[in-house]
């Protein structure tokens, strides 16, 4: 299973860091929504669910998380540490979001508005999903 991770470009001097971000060019789509997750209770589990039409970049730009992505057949496990370090998750992935570190901040930009009708929230109905979309 292809992960795709990007590494974004600092713009560092003296001063510190700053990562500039645009659409198409350093996010692979047109950016619709942006939303971030902070103050996680300490061993939760977020996501736990797929999109039928949605891609997204993940960016853990505070503290460190772990991300599970199932695609139906293989998993993998990314640890998302640094700022600068983006993850793409493309339609009919299952993720979780787990390991939050404290004070970690992780920021999503979506290539859709939100629309609770995308989601898939049962791993079952997931794996059925993917099944029939490769038949195709
Ligand atoms: P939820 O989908 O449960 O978060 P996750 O699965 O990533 O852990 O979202 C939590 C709440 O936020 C839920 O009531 C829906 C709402 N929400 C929005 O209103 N807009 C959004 O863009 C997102 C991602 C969630």
Redesign the pocket.
Same mark, same amino acid.
Do not use: T
């Given at each position: 299973m292809l992960v795709t991770k990007y590494v974004f470009q600092p713009h560092g001097d003296y001063r510190g860091q700053l990562i500039a971000l645009e659409e198409f060019k350093d996010i692979p789509f047109r950016i619709k /929504?942006v @939303?971030y %997750?902070y103050d996680t209770a300490d061993g939760f589990v /977020?996501?736990?669910?797929a999109h039928k039409n949605l891609e997204q970049i993940l960016v853990c730009i505070h503290g460190s998380c772990k991300i599970k992505l199932d695609n139906g057949y293989e998993q993998k496990v990314v640890p998302l540490e640094k700022p600068y370090e983006g993850l793409y998750v493309p339609n009919n992935m299952w993720r979780e %979001?787990y390991d939050f570190s404290e004070g970690a901040v992780l920021l999503?930009f $979506?290539s859709e508005l @939100?629309d $609770?009708s995308d @989601?898939i929230r049962d791993y079952d109905e997931f794996l059925e999903f993917v099944k029939n979309d490769k038949k195709e």
């Open positions: /929504r @939303y %997750m /977020r996501g736990k669910h %979001m999503v $979506a @939100y $609770a @989601y």
